[in-house]
C-alpha cells in the first residue's frame, strides 16, 4: 500500500478562530467562528483532486461548519493558518475504503463545532450509565491517571521518563515541565516516547498554572494543548489533552467553550479513566454557572463511586451545594452532616459545611438543627463572608417560633459585631420592623437608606419610613419618600409602593379640606397631576373634584369626578354602588353649577333613574326641576318638585312649587306653597335674608294679584326686614303704600307716599309724588260733586 500526500486550503478575507477535528479515517470537521460561505464555492466531488468532497454541515450566526471527506482513509492530519489562508495537509493512504471500519465510526453528531468552540453546549445532560463511569483500582479518576496511562516502557532509561514521573508525584510541576523539555531534545528519541513525554509535559504546565492562578500561565495553555493534539491526532492521549483543554477554558471563564470539550470527551470516550474527575468537574461548572438541574444528576453519578475516588469528599460536598441550589434541603443538610460527621477537623477546615449545612437545614425547616450550625460557623469563623448572614438567620429562626425578645437580641448582636455584609443590612431592617420606638426605628431604616442605597432593603426601608410618616400625620413627608423610591426605582415593592402613596395622598387630602385649605389641595393636585393619574383612585379625584366646586372652579370640577367615575366603574367591586351614585350625584351639581344645563339634566336623570335608592334623590330631583323649569317645561318641573318634597325637601321645594303654580296661573296655589316655605326658612340657621326678601316680596305680589291688601302690606313690610343695601327701601314702602291706597286706607297711604316722595331716590320719588297728585285730584273731583 502506498500514501501520498492531499491539501485542502480555505482562503478567506483573514485569519479567524478555528478547529480542525479528525471524526474518522475519512472524516474532518472544521469549525470557523465569525464566517460566512456560500455552498457554491466548493467543486464537486468528482471534479476534486484526489476525490476530497468538502460541504457546508451547519451554520449558526456565530460558526460556520464544514464537512471534508476522503475516499482513501487518512493516515495523518496537520493544519495551519498561512497569512490568510487556512492550509489542512493531510497523508492519504492508497486503500478501497474499508466499510466495516466505517460502520464502527464515532458519531459526527457529538463533534459538532458549535459545542467544541462553546457557542451552543448540549442540551442533553449525561446519566451515569450513559457515560460508563467506573472507578478502576490504583487509578484517582483525575488526570493524574495519565501518568500511570504513560508505559514508561516506551522510553529508554536515559529517557528521563522515571524521574519525571517523580518530580509529578512530589508535585514539582515546574521541575518536570524543565525536565520533559531536556528529555525530549535527544535526537534518538522514539515517537511514542516523545508523545509520552510531550503530553506529561502538558500536564504538568495545566497543574502549575492551576497552582498559580496570579502568573497568567493559563492563558497560554490551550494553544500549548492544540499544539499537541495536531501533531499526535490519534493518540491515546487525546481525551486527557481535550480535558486539560476543558479545564484551562472553565479556569479562564470561558465556560462555554469549557462546556463543550467536557461533553466531546464524556459522549466520545466511555470508559475514560478520568471521566469521573472530568464528570465532577462539568456538574461543578454547571452549578457554579447557576444550572444546578443538570449538574446534579452528574455529581449524583460521581458520588455513588464513593470513596475509590481520591476526591470522593469534594464530590459529595459539591452534590450538597447541587442539592441545596435545586431546593432539595432535606436531602443537603444530611450530606452535610454526613461531610461532618465524617471527619472533626473537617467542621473548623470548611467553613461551607457548616454554613450550607444550617442554611438547608433552615430550610429544610429544622431549626434547631439551623440554630446550631450557623452560632457554631460564626463562632469558629467570625470573620469568613457570610458570618452576619449566620447570625441574622438565627434571628430570623427565634421570630418564626415567636420568640421575639430572643430574635431582636441577635439581631443587636450582628449590628453590634459587623459593619457592612448582607446579614448586618438585613438585621438592621429586621430590627427596626419588631421595635416599637418610632424614633429608633427611623434611625435605624434612616442609616440603612443612607449608607446602603444600591441595596435592595434600602428601597424596603423607605417605603417603611414613609409609612412612619404617615401614621405620623406627616403625610407631605411620606409622599416625598414615596416620590424619591418611585424616581430610584422600587423593582418588586412597586404595587406596595404605589399603595403607600395612595394612602398618604388621600390623608393629605382630607385634612386639608377639613381645613379649609381647599387652595392648598388645588396647587398640590395640579403640581403632582401626572403623578396621581398614575394611581387610578377614585377617592384622590373626589376630594380634588371637592376642592375645585369650593372654589367654584366647576369645570375643573366636573373633570375630575368624570374621571373618578370612570375609575370607580372599573373598580366597581372595590367602590361599590353607593360610592358611585354619589360621584354621579356631585358630578350633575357641578355641571348645574357651572351653568352645562344639559349635561346636568342627562346626568341628574339618569342618578334619578338608575340610583333610586340613593341618599340624594330628594336635592337631584330638585336640581333637575329647576333645570325643566328654565326651560319652560313647567308641569314635568313640578312633578319633580313634588317628589323632592316626598324625599324630604323643605323650603326650597315649596318656594319652587309657587313659582310652577304662578307661572301656570294659580296665584292662590303660588302663595300657598310660600306661605309653607316662609316659616321653614325662618328657621333655618345661618338666617337666609335674601330667601326671606324675596319670598316676602313675592308674596306681598300674589296678595296683591289676589286682592288681600291687607295681606301684601303685611308681606312688603316683612320684606323689608330682609331687604339687603342693593334693595331699595323706597320701593318697599311704596309698595306698602300701594297696597294700603287699594285697601282703603288712604289716609295711611298718603303719609307713605309723601315720605317716599321726599327721600333722594329719583324713580320712586317721582312715582309717590304723581301717586300723590292722582289721589288728590280724585278728592277734589269727587269734593265738587
Known sequence: MTQFPARVVFELSEAVPSKVVKIDDHELLVALKDVSIDEGVFPSPGASPRGLQVAIRHRTPGVTTLLVKTVQPIVRMDHAWNAQRLVISLVLKEASRNKASRSQKKQAEVLTPERVLGHVPSEATPSGDDMHLRARDGFSGTLDDLRLEVKSSLCQESDGMDRLFALMRSGAYRQAEQAAAKSLKRLEISRGCAEGLQVLQVLSAFREAEARPDQGEMVALPARINAFISQFPDSPYLPYALSMLGSAYSELEDYGMAEGYYRVVLEDHAGFTAAPGITFRLGKLLRETGRAVEALPLLESVEALGEALTFAGEARKE???ALYDVGDFARSQALFETLMAESDEAVWRDPDLLYYGGQAALRAGDRAHARRYLVQFANLFPQAEGADMALESVGETWLDDGREARATSFFRMVIARYTEGEGYVTALVRLAEQLQD????????TQVMDDFEEHPLARLSMLRLAALYDEAGDHTASIAMVKKLLVLGAGGLRTEAYAR????VLGHFKGLLAEGSY???ISFFEKERRLLHKLENPDVFLLAGEAFMTAHLYGSAAEELERAIVLSIKRQKWSGEARLAGLYFQLGRALDEGGRKKEAQAIFTRYLEHYRKASNQGDAALRLGRILFDLGELEQAEILFKKSLTLGGGAESRVWLSRCREDQGDPAAAAGWLEEAIPLLGSEEPLPGAALYTAHRRLG???????????????????????GEEVSAEELRFLRADALARGGEEETSLVLYRA??????????????ERIRAMELSKRLGGSQ
Open 501 to 504: 402613596l395612595e394612602q398618604s
Open 519 to 521: 387652595v392648598d389641595l
Open 319 to 321: 452534590m450538597a451545594l
Open 701 to 723: 305680589d300674589l296678595d296683591m294679584k289676589l286682592g288681600r291688601y291687607k295681606a301684601a302690606t303685611a308681606d312688603f313690610a316683612e320684606a323689608e326686614k330682609y331687604a
Open 438 to 445: 418610632r424614633k429608633e426605628k427611623e434611625a435605624l431604616y
Open 756 to 769: 317716599v316722595a321726599a327721600s333722594d331716590d329719583e324713580f320712586w320719588s317721582g312715582m309717590a309724588t
